[in-house]
């Protein structure tokens, strides 16, 4: 199988995309559809045999859960046991957006979707193809990130195709994601509500909303609770370091100190750029939470396309606009 790759970027194409995908999906495919924060590997969330596919496809844990996504506020409540106040002011705070919201579980979402557990992660991504999708299907749509288990997520169609073209019949060709990292995990089965997963909506943005707020891991549990109990996680095929420096020496002298070739390093440096000539590459990402984390995947898959040995890549600053990314960052590190 060879992936086709449908693009939208006229109505006429984005309606036959959507045609396309709507019918594969009732059909009980598997198809890798765009969303703001990273592109999707999506099933009906109704289907367990369709989800079971995408644990095949990626070759994903049977007990790491899947996101359930939804169109509209109705069909969030169809996936859940209730849906708490709390869940309603978020909503009305943060869907259609990054924000993954764990809720007890309805009865009619298959264990498989929910790793066995009594509860089901939702999410409204504001990204119009999935959008447009789910409101034909009429049915949520579990996605997992669509790249084989433990690599970096995509961010665009072709970074799909690289993982998985294949393996699956269709892609469809949304163009760049607009976050570029994955969706912020809360779970509000607990409270104070905790933060499973950090990301683009940080830990002071959702205290605005529900005043507390648990941080980090509750203990190790048989279901993953969080990507975070997986040692290795969005990792690149280099091996990656995060290193602050100075100047161009002091950047070498601590390469050569974690012993590492100064010229198998590609760079990439948002404040303190280096001259190119040392380095197996040197590459500038944006100064800004939001423009680095759209940037940073794509990077990454560069690296990897490129052939790169070791990545270097300089510290974000440590302040709560950057908690997701330096999470990813840690996790690709390993
Ligand atoms: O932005 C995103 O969230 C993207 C796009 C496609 O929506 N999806 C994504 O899915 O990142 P995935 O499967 O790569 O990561 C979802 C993480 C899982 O690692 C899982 O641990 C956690 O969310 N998760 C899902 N359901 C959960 C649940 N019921 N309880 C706790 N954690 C859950
Ligand atoms: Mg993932």
């Given at each position: 199988m060879?992936?086709?790759?449908?693009?939208t970027h006229?109505?006429?194409?984005?309606?036959a995309?959507?045609?396309?995908?709507?019918k594969l999906l009732r059909?009980?495919?598997?198809v890798?559809?765009?969303?703001e924060?990273?592109?999707?590997l999506?099933?009906?969330?109704?289907?367990e045999?369709a989800?079971?596919k995408?644990?095949?496809?990626?070759?994903?844990?049977?007990?790491?859960?899947?996101?359930v996504h939804?169109?509209?506020?109705?069909?969030?409540?169809?996936?859940?046991?209730?849906f708490?106040?709390?869940a309603e002011?978020?909503?009305?705070?943060?869907?259609?957006?990054?924000?993954?919201?764990?809720?007890?579980r309805?009865e009619?979402?298959?264990?498989?979707?929910t790793?066995?557990?009594?509860?089901?992660?939702?999410?409204?991504?504001?990204?119009?193809f999935?959008?447009a999708?789910?409101r034909?299907?009429d049915?949520?749509l579990?996605?997992?990130?669509a790249?084989?288990?433990?690599?970096?997520?995509?961010?665009?169609?072709k970074?799909?195709?690289?993982?998985?073209?294949?393996?699956?019949s269709?892609i469809?060709?949304?163009?760049?994601?607009?976050?570029?990292?994955e969706?912020?995990?809360?779970?509000?089965t607990?409270?104070p509500p905790?933060?499973?997963?950090?990301?683009m909506?940080?830990?002071h943005?959702?205290?605005?909303?529900?005043e507390?707020?648990?941080i980090?891991?509750?203990?190790?549990?048989?279901?993953?609770?969080s990507?975070g109990q997986?040692?290795?996680?969005y990792?690149?095929k280099a091996?990656?370091?995060?290193?602050?420096w100075?100047d161009?020496?002091?950047?070498?002298?601590?390469?050569?100190?974690?012993?590492?070739?100064v010229?198998?390093c590609?760079?990439?440096?948002?404040t303190?750029i280096p001259s190119?000539?040392?380095?197996?590459?040197?590459?500038?990402?944006?100064?800004?939470?939001?423009?680095?984390a759209?940037?940073?995947?794509?990077?990454?898959h560069?690296?990897?396309d490129?052939?790169?040995?070791i990545?270097v890549i300089?510290?974000?600053?440590?302040?709560?606009?950057w908690?997701g990314?330096?999470?990813?960052?840690?996790?690709?590190?390993?």
């Amino acid at each position: 199988m060879s992936a086709e790759i449908l693009s939208t970027h006229t109505p006429q194409l984005f309606q036959a995309a959507v045609q396309r995908a709507v019918k594969l999906l009732r059909a009980g495919e598997v198809v890798a559809l765009p969303t703001e924060t990273v592109y999707g590997l999506a099933a009906n969330a109704f289907d367990e045999n369709a989800v079971a596919k995408i644990f095949q496809i990626k070759g994903r844990p049977a007990n790491n859960p899947i996101i359930v996504h939804v169109a509209n506020l109705e069909m969030a409540k169809r996936c859940v046991k209730n849906f708490p106040a709390l869940a309603e002011k978020l909503a009305k705070s943060f869907w259609p957006g990054p924000l993954t919201m764990v809720l007890p579980r309805a009865e009619k979402i298959p264990d498989n979707v929910t790793a066995g557990g009594k509860t089901v992660g939702i999410r409204w991504p504001s990204h119009p193809f999935i959008q447009a999708v789910i409101r034909e299907c009429d049915f949520p749509l579990a996605a997992p990130s669509a790249n084989l288990s433990n690599s970096i997520s995509p961010t665009n169609a072709k970074h799909v195709r690289k993982q998985l073209g294949e393996k699956i019949s269709l892609i469809v060709d949304g163009g760049q994601s607009q976050v570029g990292i994955e969706s912020t995990v809360l779970d509000l089965t607990v409270s104070p509500p905790r933060l499973l997963r950090p990301g683009m909506i940080h830990e002071h943005t959702l205290m605005a909303v529900t005043e507390k707020l648990a941080i980090g891991f509750g203990d190790s549990e048989e279901i993953l609770k969080s990507p975070g109990q997986l040692k290795k996680h969005y990792a690149p095929k280099a091996k990656l370091l995060v290193l602050n420096w100075n100047d161009e020496d002091d950047l070498k002298s601590r390469i050569r100190n974690s012993k590492f070739e100064v010229r198998d390093c590609q760079i990439i440096a948002h404040t303190k750029i280096p001259s190119v000539e040392n380095f197996a590459g040197v590459s500038v990402i944006p100064h800004d939470a939001e423009a680095f984390a759209r940037a940073l995947y794509s990077e990454l898959h560069r690296c990897d396309d490129v052939g790169a040995r070791i990545i270097v890549i300089e510290a974000p600053p440590e302040s709560p606009e950057w908690s997701g990314i330096a999470d990813r960052l840690r996790r690709a590190a390993g």
